[in-house]
């Protein structure tokens, strides 16, 4: 956890002792029971069911940080021009002439890559917002077709909630072809960010896996009304999360966690952990 998350904790514990209990049970779920199914998702696949606009947002993210890459990239290729323009100034052989011709056209294969990639990003920028329109009015027309067939018994409805599938499919289409585009840019240098979801406490926990398989704790949401609200604004949080240094973290396992947090309550917190599975594992 970082300093930031470590005593945003210990604050919670101090304000609410309850609420801070019940995150910390959700901590020991995830520090006993791994990184994986039945109780952790990808965050894609828990928005993609319910909050299409905000994963089309989530994804957008991702490809401007792939495509920063790109530009970076771009940037050593042109440092490393530069440089060997200026050997070739001071020794003029066979041998640099050819490896600068090589790199200028590298750089040059570089630049157009980076404008398609570019192109391809911006369309996906405005086309998502076309989606994300089209997902919102069908919600809003199916919400009032149910409004009037409760108020009035004769009235047909349908019609708009057959409009959310295609709306919600227009969105799955771009995080496919989105997907593809992350395939031919490479992998992101960041982990992926993952959800720990509770049905027990009404709990979100968002965390990423590290190379070196370590969960980092990102962000903890519980009892909110407006999940797609929480969501927007925890992706943000758990972006500036993942970009802090690495001397920031501090790592735990079950015991130290339990140990720093909730001494002489051991016990109890992991019998509350065992608690909060159990609607999980009914569904």
Same mark, same amino acid.
Request: negative net charge.
């Given at each position: 956890?970082?300093? &930031?998350?470590?005593?945003?904790?210990?604050?919670?514990?101090?304000?609410?002792?309850?609420?801070?209990?019940?995150?910390?049970?959700?901590?020991?779920?995830?520090? =006993?029971?791994? @990184?994986?199914?039945? +109780?952790?998702?990808?965050? &894609?696949?828990?928005?993609?069911?319910?909050?299409?606009?905000?994963?089309?947002?989530?994804?957008?993210?991702?490809?401007?940080?792939?495509?920063?890459?790109?530009?970076?990239?771009?940037?050593?290729?042109?440092?490393?021009?530069?440089?060997?323009?200026?050997?070739?100034?001071?020794?003029?052989?066979?041998?640099?002439?050819?490896?600068?011709?090589?790199?200028?056209?590298?750089?040059?294969?570089?630049?157009? @890559?980076?404008?398609?990639?570019?192109?391809?990003?911006?369309? +996906?920028?405005?086309?998502?917002?076309?989606?994300?329109?089209?997902?919102?009015?069908?919600?809003?027309?199916?919400?009032?077709?149910?409004? @009037?067939?409760?108020?009035?018994?004769?009235?047909?409805?349908?019609?708009?909630?057959?409009?959310?599938?295609?709306?919600?499919?227009?969105?799955?289409?771009?995080?496919?072809?989105?997907?593809?585009?992350?395939?031919?840019?490479?992998?992101?240098?960041?982990?992926?960010?993952? &959800?720990?979801?509770?049905?027990?406490?009404?709990?979100?926990?968002?965390?990423?896996?590290?190379?070196?398989?370590?969960?980092?704790?990102?962000?903890?949401?519980?009892?909110?009304?407006?999940?797609?609200?929480?969501?927007? =604004?925890?992706?943000?949080?758990?972006?500036?999360?993942?970009?802090?240094?690495?001397?920031?973290?501090?790592?735990?396992?079950?015991?130290? +966690?339990?140990? &720093?947090?909730?001494?002489?309550?051991?016990?109890?917190?992991?019998?509350?952990?065992?608690?909060?599975?159990?609607?999980?594992?009914?569904?």
């Amino acid at each position: 956890m970082s300093s &930031e998350v470590r005593d945003w904790l210990a604050t919670l514990l101090a304000e609410d002792r309850q609420v801070g209990r019940t995150v910390g049970e959700a901590v020991t779920v995830l520090l =006993e029971s791994g @990184f994986g199914a039945p +109780f952790v998702l990808p965050l &894609e696949s828990a928005l993609r069911g319910q909050h299409p606009g905000i994963a089309l947002d989530h994804c957008y993210q991702r490809q401007l940080r792939l495509l920063r890459g790109v530009r970076r990239s771009l940037a050593d290729l042109a440092t490393a021009r530069k440089r060997l323009e200026l050997r070739i100034g001071q020794e003029v052989t066979a041998d640099a002439r050819r490896r600068y011709e090589d790199l200028v056209a590298e750089e040059v294969r570089a630049t157009l @890559f980076l404008q398609r990639v570019q192109a391809t990003v911006d369309a +996906f920028r405005a086309r998502k917002e076309v989606v994300k329109a089209g997902y919102t009015a069908a919600l809003a027309n199916r919400t009032l077709d149910e409004a @009037f067939a409760a108020f009035d018994e004769s009235y047909v409805s349908g019609r708009a909630a057959d409009e959310v599938a295609p709306a919600h499919a227009a969105a799955d289409e771009m995080l496919r072809a989105a997907a593809e585009l992350e395939r031919q840019l490479g992998a992101d240098t960041q982990p992926e960010i993952s &959800e720990l979801r509770l049905e027990a406490s009404d709990l979100r926990l968002l965390f990423a896996v590290t190379p070196s398989d370590t969960a980092v704790l990102l962000v903890v949401g519980i009892g909110h009304d407006d999940w797609g609200q929480w969501y927007a =604004e925890a992706l943000q949080l758990a972006q500036a999360e993942l970009e802090l240094q690495d001397d920031d973290f501090t790592g735990y396992d079950l015991a130290a +966690f339990l140990s &720093e947090y909730f001494p002489g309550e051991e016990a109890a917190v992991r019998a509350g952990a065992a608690r909060l599975i159990e609607p999980n594992r009914a569904g």
